[in-house]
Each structure stands twice: as C-alpha cells, then as structure tokens.
C-alpha cells in the first residue's frame, strides 16, 4: 500500500526566491515602489524642460508706429531705438534689416549790404548701427540721412532814404548814398523733408544661443554763419527691425 504525499510536500521548492516573487502581497508591493520612482521622476523632466527658456526661432522683429527720437539738433551719441531677443538653434549668419522714417530741417539766411557777401551754412544727419549683443554688425556704421546746405548772396541793400543830393565846386548836383544808413537785404532758405530708408546688416557665424539685437541711432548737426542765422535739426519717425537666422554660401 503507497501512500501518496500532497503536492506541495512531494516538490521541495529548487528555488524559494522564485516561488516568494510570485506571491500577490510581493507583486503589489514592487508594484507601488515603481509608480513612487516614477512620480519622483515626473517633476525633474517638466523642470529639464522649463529650463530650455525661449524657443529658437528664424525670425524676430521690432517696431513703433511712434517718433523714436524727437526733433533734435543731436544725440550727443548713440540711442537705443528698437531692440529684440532671438535664439539661434545653430552656427548661422543673422540677417537684419532695418527701416526708418528720417527727417531732416535746416534751414540758412543770409544778410548782405554795401554788396558784402555773405553766407550761411547748415548741417544734419542721421546715423545707423545694428547691435549684437552689443557689438555692431557687419558694415558698422551707416548714414540713413544727410544734408549740407550753404547759402550766399552778394547785396546791395535798401538804400530808400539813404539817398542826398549835394552840389558839387562846379555848381553840377551829384547824388551821394550814406553807406551807414543802408539796411541790410536778406534772403532767407528752408528745406524740411522726411524719407524712408532702409539698410541691410549680416553677422557671420553666430553661435548657439539667445542674442539680443538692438538697433541705435544718432543725430548730429553744425551751423555756420557771417552775419545771417542758420539752424539744423534731424528726427528719426516710425521703425521696424526685422531679423532672420539664415545659412549663407559662402
């Protein structure tokens, strides 16, 4: 007669380990290890990702629909008018363009007697850079406006009421003009404009990484004179800076 032993009592366990691995408390307990890694996890990529900042782009852009420097006889320097950030996302050239509206004012008169000549002299202009992280792009410095204007005579004057008439040893009659009582003539010239212009800058290989453009402006003037007046000013209106992230051939 064979006595038969219960299954679990005739297969000693070959590996206990296995057999505890299986048990659900022990499944349900590395399960909840996992999804406690897992959620610690979950805050260091949303921050890895915040981290990145300001997405790359191939294009920024700066405007005003406002005067970006008032009417002005000058700067005395450089201006900071219109200014953005951008990020490259590789070694690239950075193309801007920049267009302004640029007006110009001057104006010369002139005052002349006793047919003395003279003269009057105006200058302004109106200087441009482009900045890259405050280094100037490739031309460097450009002249959006300029204007020289120069105004001469050679007059007699009003010599109304400044008229004798004498007689002379022969008993003849001369008419003689008091050079001190002539008034001045003058001629007076005003010229105001304002235009658009635009220019072109290139920075060769930037590298990765957010920039910050800037474009700056500066206005500058001279007058001269004899015995008139003359005066110069400049203002830069409306802008729009435009940059591009390109690969050029070179």
């Not at 450089?78 to 363009?97: G, M």
């Not at 007059?155 to 008034?183: F, H, K, R, Y």
Request: one cysteine or more; glycine letters at 6%.
């Amino acid at each position: 007669m064979q006595t038969r032993l219960p299954a679990s009592a005739a297969a000693p366990h070959a590996n206990p380990e296995a057999h505890h691995v299986g048990t659900p408390a022990t499944l349900i307990k590395k399960l909840s290890i996992g999804l406690l890694v897992l959620g610690s996890a979950l805050p260091l990529a949303v921050q890895s990702s915040q981290a990145q900042g300001q997405p790359s782009a191939k294009f920024a852009f700066s405007t005003s629909n406002l005067d970006l420097i008032k009417q002005t006889s000058g700067t005395n320097g450089w201006v900071t008018i219109l200014a953005a950030p951008i990020k490259t996302p590789a070694s690239k050239e950075l193309y801007v363009s920049a267009s302004l509206e640029a007006g110009l004012y001057t104006q010369t008169e002139v005052s002349s007697k006793n047919l003395k000549k003279d003269t009057s002299t105006a200058s302004s202009a109106i200087q441009v850079q482009a900045l890259i992280d405050g280094q100037p792009m490739p031309p460097g410095t450009v002249t959006y406006a300029a204007r020289t204007q120069t105004l001469s005579a050679t007059l007699e004057g009003a010599i109304a009421g400044c008229l004798s008439t004498v007689t002379n040893d022969d008993g003849t009659s001369s008419i003689v003009l008091n050079p001190d009582c002539v008034q001045p003539e003058t001629i007076n010239l005003i010229l105001s404009t304002l235009n658009a212009a635009s220019f072109n800058f290139v920075a060769s290989d930037v590298p990765v990484g957010t920039h910050v453009l800037s474009l700056q402006a500066r206005i500058s003037s001279s007058t001269s004179v004899d015995t008139g007046t003359a005066r110069a000013t400049a203002l830069v209106g409306k802008g729009t800076m435009i940059a591009q992230t390109v690969r050029a051939v070179k």
